[in-house]
């Protein structure tokens, strides 16, 4: 009668025998006494000695990982070649021994416990002392006051909470040491005190050592049994770089004991702030400003945190749900990125993006073909671009002049009926008539590629020099604008053109 396949895999413990647990050891002997099949991950651990003290026969996958340049395909190779010795005929009980403990940092482990119940192969656990246990009592801290584990293989700033203790596994050479580096130095400032532990709880080979930052991949001696431990901390100058603090200082401005101002702010009241922070945003862009800009998104940034506090103390809904949003849109309209799709080009990723909101508008009971063709531009777009997309739109269906020598004598027309209107009629009259030359200049700017608003932005900047010039030139001259006159600030307006070239 056939027995199922079976594999049991052991931890080794830390490297200590003596913290090597009984029944571990009594099932490497067993093993070896019976001629069973033992396996290792690898070589390179303190407890191999023993085996090898004890005369005990075992293979080892150290060759596996010479022949990977990643960590993933040794690991899928591992499995596989577990499962296939434990269903070989007449093959018996396999035991896989690993370091640590079997269900810590162990991903040999966990694809065996993903396969094994499809292969129809039995696998048992069983526990050994793990390096996290050595490193709560040789570091000295309690996981209780909040703890994390990260692989320093795979490491990102995203997942580090600095209110957390937070061991790094996985750190196995200096360039590894220098990744963590470099990615804690994201959120830590580099002189940041760290500790880095080498062959913990392994008599002889223990090596403890505290250094800033900036240090970590000077150190020496890393290999499979380092880690590196970031003591937890409150200090204001690491968690003012986390989002959490930010939410925090939100919520604490708007409570009760919080700001008076903006505990009175409504959607409403914020609503000039938010436009305003926006168009200081796109100054900074035109400046090229680095240092100015990341001040301005962080002004843009609070607008949307403050907005989406109010709606949180309504119960409608947090930030983080805007962020849930945000990222369910960003990852559906980009199936070229995330899903199968293929877009060679930006218009193509463009097209996919278009074809998805219809999709969604379709899923809400909205026929896109239905709506108004116009429909889909802004109405609290400023009025240049608004006029600007407006046209765009409708030039799509054709409704649109041929070239832009057609579109010239519509801007000379309406001209001329601004004009009338300033002789015959009156404000309201004048105030249409304005309006029409406007559209008819957007046109103009179209035809010529020109974006209108940028064009406006230019003439403002332009105008803005060189009335700074006047001004500056008459304070040489001791004057002020009420000890000057119109001729001569024209003159002076004629010199900024030539000093300032545009």
Not at 52 to 69: G, I, M, N, P, W
Request: glycine share 8%.
């Amino acid at each position: 009668m056939s027995t199922q396949p079976q594999i049991t895999v052991v931890g080794l413990g830390t490297g200590d025998e003596n913290q090597l647990t009984l029944g571990v050891w009594r099932k490497l002997e067993a093993a070896g006494a019976r001629g069973g099949a033992i396996f290792l991950r690898t070589r390179e651990h303190p407890m191999v000695a023993m085996l090898d003290h004890h005369s005990l026969r075992y293979e080892t996958f150290d060759a596996v990982y010479e022949a990977h340049e990643g960590f993933d395909a040794v690991y899928e190779q591992i499995a596989s070649q577990l499962i296939e010795r434990a269903k070989a005929a007449n093959s018996g009980e396999v035991l896989y021994a690993v370091p640590g403990h079997p269900m810590v940092a162990e991903r040999t482990v966990q694809l065996l416990r993903e396969r094994c119940p499809a292969e129809g192969v039995l696998l048992t656990l069983m526990g050994g002392e793990s390096f996290l246990d050595q490193a709560f009592l040789r570091l000295g801290f309690d996981p209780i006051e909040g703890f994390q584990l990260l692989d320093g293989t795979s490491l990102t700033a995203g997942g580090l909470n600095p209110q957390l203790h937070t061991l790094i596994g996985q750190v196995y050479d200096v360039y590894t040491a220098s990744d963590v580096k470099l990615t804690l130095m994201e959120l830590y400032p580099d002189d940041y005190p760290v500790i880095v532990g080498h062959a913990l709880g392994v008599a002889g080979e223990e090596r403890v050592r505290e250094v800033p930052l900036y240090e970590l991949d000077r150190v020496d001696g890393y290999g499979n049994l380092s880690l590196v431990w970031v003591p937890r901390t409150d200090r204001e100058d690491v968690r003012s770089r986390t989002f959490t603090r930010l939410h925090e200082i939100v919520a604490i401005l708007r409570s009760p004991e919080g700001c008076p101002w903006d505990r009175e702010q409504t959607h409403q009241s914020l609503r000039k702030n938010l436009i305003e922070e926006a168009y200081e945003v796109l100054e900074t862009i035109d400046e090229d400003d680095p240092d100015h800009m990341r001040e301005e998104l962080g002004d843009l940034l609070l607008q949307i945190m403050l907005h989406s506090q109010i709606e949180a103390e309504d119960g409608t809904f947090t930030v983080f749900d805007v962020i849930r949003e945000l990222n369910e849109k960003l990852i559906r309209r980009h199936p070229h990125v995330f899903g199968t799709a293929q877009a060679e080009n930006a218009d193509e990723a463009l097209g996919n993006w278009q074809q998805i909101k219809e999709e969604e508008k379709r899923k809400k009971g909205i026929d896109p073909d239905e709506l108004p063709l116009l429909s889909g531009v802004p109405r609290e777009l400023p009025g240049l671009m608004k006029a600007y997309k407006l046209q765009k739109k409708a030039a799509s269906v054709g409704f649109d002049w041929g070239t832009k020598e057609e579109v010239l004598p519509v801007v000379e027309s309406e001209l001329a009926e601004v004009k009338e209107a300033i002789e015959r009629f009156g404000k309201a009259e004048q105030q249409e008539e304005l309006g029409d030359l406007l559209f008819a200049v957007v046109n103009l700017a179209r035809f010529l590629k020109v974006d209108p608003e940028e064009a406006m932005a230019d003439a403002n900047r332009k105008f803005f020099e060189r009335f700074g010039y006047i001004e500056a030139q008459l304070r040489l001259k001791g004057k002020s604008f009420d000890q000057t006159d119109l001729q001569e600030m024209e003159s002076l307006w004629q010199e900024a053109k030539k000093v300032l070239k545009k």
